[in-house]
Nanobody
Framework: QVQLVESGGGLVQAGGSLRLSCAAS????????MGWYRQGPGNQRELVAS???????NYAPSVKGRFAISRNNAKSTVYLQINSLKPEDTAVYYC??????WGQGTQVTVSS
């Protein structure tokens, strides 16, 4: 079972961008679905985006058109490019492999 480590979070102004990375300790080639979830203050954890082994993507309606998920199997890394950030995007962002393994999360804070 791989371990996942997220990075790239931070404090950014509304309208700004960040690129989150999720580095796996082993190969992700055979992992069907890699995903990003987030949990904001007082909220439940929710799906942000996911990507299958063949590159099919799925996005939450609230982020579609602003966020982009990608995976580099050779580097065992999944990325989340987040653009046009809004204060409501403030949350801890978690990476998951098939919902079986989770990273520790990376904080994204968007100031207005």
């Amino acid at each position: 079972q791989v371990q996942l480590v997220e990075s790239g979070g931070g404090l950014v102004q509304a309208g700004g961008s960040l690129r989150l990375s999720c580095a796996a300790s082993g190969s992700i080639f055979s992992i069907n679905r890699m995903g990003w979830y987030r949990q904001g203050p007082g909220n439940q954890r929710e799906l942000v985006a996911s990507i299958t082994a063949v590159g099919s993507t799925n996005y939450a309606p609230s982020v579609k058109g602003r966020f982009a998920i990608s995976r580099n199997n050779a580097k065992s890394t999944v990325y989340l490019q987040i653009n046009s950030l809004k204060p409501e995007d403030t949350a801890v962002y978690y990476c998951t492999a098939d919902l079986a393994t989770w990273g520790q999360g990376t904080q994204v804070t968007v100031s207005s």
